[in-house]
């Protein structure tokens, strides 16, 4: 009697150390999971099923799920797993404070020991994320195919032009190679900034290995000589005002290209005998490089999107201007790259000031 006692009592310690470790597993889990009955009352639910739908298990145990959660959608999942007897699987939003979240939430019939049914176990799993990246994947996809499309017309209509005859005036055949041309340019353009965006996607964070003392003075001005000739089409004068020392660490390549996308811009989008001025300057423990430009401005609804891929705030200015779409998130990578970040100020039809902020430690002010 002894020893069946004995063995009762470690049978009883094992399935309780089992349930134990299965509840342990069912409060830690990422997913949300709530077991409901055939009468759609909860019978139990995990802490992030509490935390998603914004409840206490304590307060909804044993009460209707449509009493504490209004969600149409959910329903129709609840319905479908009962009476297909199949898993069933959809997104659905719910609000949590004042954010909208998306769960993937999958729903599979519960048995008892007897594989009865008993009700529906629901698991959701948030997919916010996931979803906003999959979105502004197809957006980035369909803006490429727009952009690409476009020089593309454009070149294929002047060459079928020029095949149907066209060539045979020597006036309408340079026209015509010098617009096919300029769209062939702007292809190898939107191509080039596409590789670029792919190799910094590549990388989170920089290279230390890539990272060099970099005296940012002499970069700034090189950087400005390349843009002379394009300032001075539009009569536009670049000043530029820094210490003759400032050093950085940086990848003084990547750094160039970031500040060569914010000059352009500025000639660009200046009206014709204005000016620009750069500046480097140290603002709360920060090394900040600013372009300054007497511009059209940008009014502030647009300052969220500016540095997204292929965001224009004037879309037909900007192709008439040959941009890309791509130069200023491209700006916000390389800056990020530096463990820096981007701003924007501007006023509606006086202008935009752009920056690059490279964070405290990363540079150094040489004085003589």
Not at 232 to 253: G, L, M, R, T
């Amino acid at each position: 009697a002894n020893k069946m006692a004995d063995q009762l009592d470690d049978r009883i310690e094992m399935v309780e150390s089992q349930r134990s470790e299965l509840e342990a597993v069912f409060t830690s889990m990422v997913e949300g999971v709530i077991a409901v009955d055939m009468d759609y009352r909860c019978l139990n639910m995990n802490r992030a099923a509490s935390h998603f739908l914004g409840v206490s298990l304590p307060k909804v145990l044993g009460k209707r799920i449509d009493s504490f959660v209004r969600n149409e959608e959910l329903f129709e999942l609840l319905n479908r797993s009962m009476e297909s007897r199949e898993v069933t699987e959809r997104d659905i939003t719910l609000v949590s404070g004042v954010e909208e979240r998306i769960y993937q939430v999958r729903g599979t019939l519960l048995h008892d020991a007897s594989r009865n049914e008993i009700g529906v176990l629901l698991v959701f799993n948030d997919v916010t994320d996931l979803r906003k990246l999959q979105s502004l994947g197809k957006e980035f996809v369909a803006n490429v195919s727009h952009e690409i499309k476009t020089p593309i017309t454009s070149i294929r209509g002047f060459t079928e032009t020029l095949l149907d005859g066209a060539k045979e005036d020597p006036e309408d055949t340079e026209r015509f190679l010098t617009i096919v041309m300029k769209q062939a340019r702007r292809l190898e353009a939107i191509v080039e900034d596409l590789l670029s965006l792919s190799r910094l996607d590549q990388s989170d964070e920089a290279d230390t290995n890539l990272l060099e003392d970099c005296n940012l003075e002499p970069l700034v001005s090189s950087c400005i000589q390349g843009f002379e000739q394009q300032a001075a089409e539009k009569s536009i004068n670049i000043e530029f005002q820094s210490p003759p020392e400032y050093w950085v660490q940086a990848n003084s390549n990547l750094l160039e290209q970031a500040l060569g996308n914010l000059i352009d811009n500025a000639i660009k989008y200046s009206e014709p005998d204005r000016g620009i001025q750069l500046t480097i300057e140290e603002v709360e423990n920060e090394a900040v490089i600013s372009v300054r430009d007497q511009g059209i401005g940008i009014p502030e609804e647009h300052f969220p999107r500016l540095f997204e891929r292929f965001y224009r705030v004037e879309k037909g200015r900007s192709r008439k201007l040959g941009g890309t779409g791509l130069g200023l998130a491209i700006v916000k990578h390389i800056a990020k790259l530096h463990l820096g970040r981007v701003s924007v100020q501007s006023v509606h039809g006086k202008g935009s000031t752009f920056s690059i902020h490279l964070p405290k430690g990363s540079f150094t002010r040489h004085e003589d």
